[in-house]
């Protein structure tokens, strides 16, 4: 079984910027696509990025390219998300999952992950 934990959420102010990290357990972390999503109160997960287990391709939801970026290190077991010029609708929780399967097709989907950490959170105020 796969652990996730996640780190780095806080409070910042809008323009301001936060760098997550999720560390993974296991030996195996260089084969998941890892994927960061974000949840909102009362709102449902939304997909926020993805990353390839490589590193090679990325993945993005529209209201965060341009300011959001992903990023893994394999030997840290370990993959980040460096979030510039956030703004209050960024508020929310954050979660990092992973999955061993799928397509690109599918990286959106929070179904097709097998393992979620338990989210860290970050707020975006004045």
């Known amino acids: 079984q796969v652990q996730l934990v996640e780190s780095g959420g806080g409070s910042v102010q809008p323009g301001g910027s936060l760098r997550l990290s999720c560390v993974a357990s296991g030996d195996t972390f260089s084969t998941y696509t890892m994927g960061w999503f974000r949840q909102a109160p009362g709102k449902d997960r939304d997909f926020v990025t993805a990353i390839t287990g490589t590193g090679g391709s990325t993945y993005y939801a529209h209201f965060v390219k341009g300011r959001f970026t992903v990023s893994r290190d394999n030997a840290k077991n370990t993959v980040y998300l460096q979030m510039n010029r956030l703004n209050p609708e960024d508020t929310a929780v954050y979660y990092c999952?992973?999955?061993?399967?799928?397509?690109?097709?599918?990286?959106?989907?929070?179904?097709?992950?097998?393992?979620w950490g338990q989210g860290t959170q970050v707020t975006v105020s004045s």
């Open positions: 999952a992973g999955r061993t399967g799928g397509t690109i097709a599918t990286m959106y989907r929070e179904d097709e992950y097998d393992y």
